[in-house]
């Protein structure tokens, strides 16, 4: 069993920025996959961001490409998210997402994930 639980959100103006953060417990994430959700009101969950064990392959939505920057520290049992030039339209509760995983690979589709965390609102004004 793993618990997830992520913070780092808040409200932020239009080319602001703020990092994410998941703390695991339960289990260290070394042979986990991770990734970051997100859902925006009236609208279904959609993928953000994965990052495979190590952390030297990552995977962005074509929204977030260039902005935000998964990672992950093993060491610490945490999976970060770095948001930059943010705009209203990433205005959603992310979601940080784990899966145990025997091959060294990332996950893009949200029925890959057996553990998930609350939620973090993220709001970005115009």
């Known amino acids: 069993q793993v618990q997830l639980v992520e913070s780092g959100g808040g409200l932020v103006q239009s080319g602001g920025s703020l990092r994410l953060s998941c703390a695991a417990s339960g289990r260290t994430i070394s042979n986990y996959a991770m990734g970051w959700f997100r859902q925006a009101p009236g609208k279904e969950r959609e993928f953000v961001a994965a990052?495979?064990?190590?952390?030297?392959?990552?995977y962005y939505s074509d929204s977030v490409k260039g902005r935000f920057t998964i990672s992950r520290d093993n060491a610490k049992n945490t999976l970060y998210l770095q948001m930059n030039s943010l705009k209203p339209e990433d205005t959603a509760v992310y979601y940080c997402?784990?899966?145990?995983?025997?091959?060294?690979?990332?996950?893009?589709?949200?029925?890959?994930?057996?553990?998930w965390g609350q939620g973090t609102q993220v709001t970005v004004s115009s």
């Open positions: 997402a784990a899966t145990p995983s025997r091959v060294s690979r990332i996950y893009t589709s949200d029925t890959s994930y057996a553990y």
């Open positions: 990052i495979n064990w190590s952390g030297g392959n990552t």
